[in-house]
């Protein structure tokens, strides 16, 4: 299949037409009811999961799964593999094993990625006990504030003695995996679809993190959003490469529920290696990595071989350029999508199927096309909605947004407020600057203090990150501002391509006089092994800083 023949752009097209019709209710846009075959490729036989796998309990559909194809993989990593009849067994015994524990309160799944991770949250549901994802890499005083913060009454992790360091009773996940019968909770213990079920901690990249809650019902919303979009299936092998302890990893991890088999790959084990063993040991079909690891990926000299069987690459985590397009371009399949997604912890917002000569920014790639069920309108500073075009803060409503925030062991509103005009909507005023374009597209153009004023004149900070890496010299870029004596001054990372590369600072200013303004240009290019990321997949910028007076 050709690039230029992929059907599902073009349909992508027409809804946008449709978007672009759709009317706006004091500001808010919202998507118009789509037809079965909305973005799913339309030349792969699909049965749509819809609405009643969305209200269906995710246990009620894993027996379903179980009962139609026990033998079909299910989940897997580096060391262990298991089917649906094997999942759902070592489900029954994990969940035997909370319950009877005898604690309450938020259990702490301190787990990296690997298949205990999807075990233990369904284990949560079926024992009725709300999960708290946590990333076992993450620092300790970080996941121990965390967990003191949550009020948590017991830890799931590999193994039971590292929760003692955290002063909480602690189960091993390995018990999930032990031979022999176990019986399953019965139905009436599992969590209800609209009570708290998981929380998922802000990144942390600044401030105190949030400590968001969703119910099962939100997460299946977009779980069964995810698995018809891509139309996944039993054919396919999903990869995921970033952190589970995330909305979008919590997502991916329970794509399960289309029948299709999940990869697990502990990159803060095995790094890049690790993740090149996963892509050659069998086809892989969807890919979920964000573009900072991509752009690692596609300079592996072997890179065209291991992707030879994806049929999509999904990005997350981070701004999506067109920079990062043409270089994965280089080593993806012809036939091969690229979808981008744009959302936070509070709700999902926006999809996007990249297509040759998409022109909404010069820069950036679109956010996309809102995800069903979700509204969006974007204000100015008083809150009066923009006109089309014009460039305002990104507010999203949604009846499947998170529940709220957990503080001081009970559930309460945070920053999601109830919207006036309907109660069962929850408004999320995201920071994020965006505009819409003609065609009913979102490009959001990076968070609000992202968008810095160097003498007196506006620069966006993605736009000086792609003209470093226009440089065949750089690898990857991230650029942070800091003030120093009342002045705005840009500081510039960048990754080498190349062991050797005395001067290249020098260079690279040569090169920035001729394409950005004086404004625009980096004050320093401080040359790094790696840009430093978060567990969750984005960029550490307090790891960034710290490294300005290291060099």
């Not at 019709?21 to 079965?36: K, Q």
């Not at 996007?352 to 956010?367: E, I, L, N, S």
């Not at 309460?412 to 374009?437: I, N």
């Not at 567990?535 to 300005?548: Q, Y």
Request: charged share 20%; glycine share 10%.
């Amino acid at each position: 299949m050709r690039e230029t023949d992929l059907a599902l752009p073009d349909h992508t097209r027409a809804m946008q037409a449709a978007l672009a019709r759709a009317p706006l209710r004091d500001g808010w846009l919202e998507t118009p009811d789509l037809p079965e075959d909305y973005r799913g490729p339309r030349d792969i036989p699909y049965v749509r999961y819809g609405a009643a796998g969305r209200d269906r309990p995710a246990l009620a559909t894993l027996a379903r799964i179980v009962a139609a194809m026990p033998d079909a993989p299910a989940c897997e990593d580096a060391v262990r593999a298991l089917d649906f009849r094997a999942l759902r067994a070592a489900v029954g015994r994990l969940a035997a094993a909370i319950r009877a524990s005898g604690t309450a309160g938020p259990i702490g799944l301190l787990l990296s990625n690997t298949v205990d991770y999807p075990v233990a949250v369904l284990a949560c549901l079926a024992a009725g006990r709300v999960g708290l994802l946590l990333e076992s890499a993450a620092p300790p005083a970080w996941n121990e504030a965390i967990l003191r913060q949550v009020g948590a009454g017991l830890i799931l992790a590999e193994d039971a003695a590292e929760g003692v360091g955290f002063g909480l009773p602690c189960i091993g996940t390995a018990a999930a995996f032990a031979s022999g019968a176990a019986g399953f909770p019965p139905e009436e213990a599992w969590l209800g679809q609209d009570a708290p079920a998981f929380i998922i901690c802000t990144s942390g990249s600044t401030g105190q993190p949030k400590a968001l809650v969703h119910s099962q019902r939100t997460v299946l919303h977009q779980v069964a959003g995810l698995i018809d979009e891509f139309h996944l299936s039993s054919r396919d092998r999903f990869l995921m490469a970033t952190s589970a302890a995330t909305t979008a990893g919590l997502f991916t991890l329970l794509t399960i529920l289309g029948g299709s088999a999940l990869h697990l790959v502990a990159l803060g084990r095995g790094g890049v290696p690790a993740l090149r063993e996963a892509l050659t040991t069998r086809p892989v079909t969807v890919l979920r990595a964000g573009p900072s690891l991509m752009r690692i990926v596609a300079r592996l000299p072997d890179a065209a071989a291991m992707l030879a069987g994806l049929r999509i690459l999904r990005s997350t985590g981070e701004p999506l350029l067109h920079a990062d397009v043409e270089v994965m371009r280089g080593c993806l399949p012809p036939g091969c999508m690229i979808n981008n997604a744009y959302g936070a912890t509070e709700l999902s917002g926006t999809g996007w199927f990249v297509h040759p000569g998409d022109a909404q920014d010069p820069v950036r790639v679109a956010a996309g096309i809102l995800d069903p069920g979700t509204e969006a309108k974007i204000v100015d500073g008083h809150g009066r909605p923009c006109p089309p075009g014009e460039v305002g803060e990104l507010w999203m409503r949604s009846r499947f947004a998170a529940l709220g925030e957990w503080q001081e062991g009970r559930l309460v509103p945070g920053r999601l407020e109830p919207d006036p005009s309907d109660p069962s909507l929850r408004v999320y005023r995201t920071g994020d600057l965006a505009r819409l374009t003609p065609d009913g597209a979102f490009v959001v153009l990076g968070r609000m203090d992202r968008m810095v004023k160097v003498n007196g004149m506006r620069v966006e900070l993605a736009e000086v990150e792609a003209a470093l890496r226009r440089s065949s010299e750089v690898a990857q870029a991230a650029v942070v501002a800091r003030e120093a004596g009342g002045r705005v001054l840009l500081v510039g990372f960048v990754v080498p391509a190349d062991a050797a590369h005395a001067g290249l600072e020098g260079r690279l200013r040569e090169d920035l006089v001729h394409v950005l303004p004086a404004h625009m240009r980096p004050a320093r290019i401080i040359a790094i092994g790696a840009i430093p990321l978060l567990p969750g997949g984005k960029r550490d910028e307090a790891a960034l800083c710290g490294m300005i007076g290291a060099a």
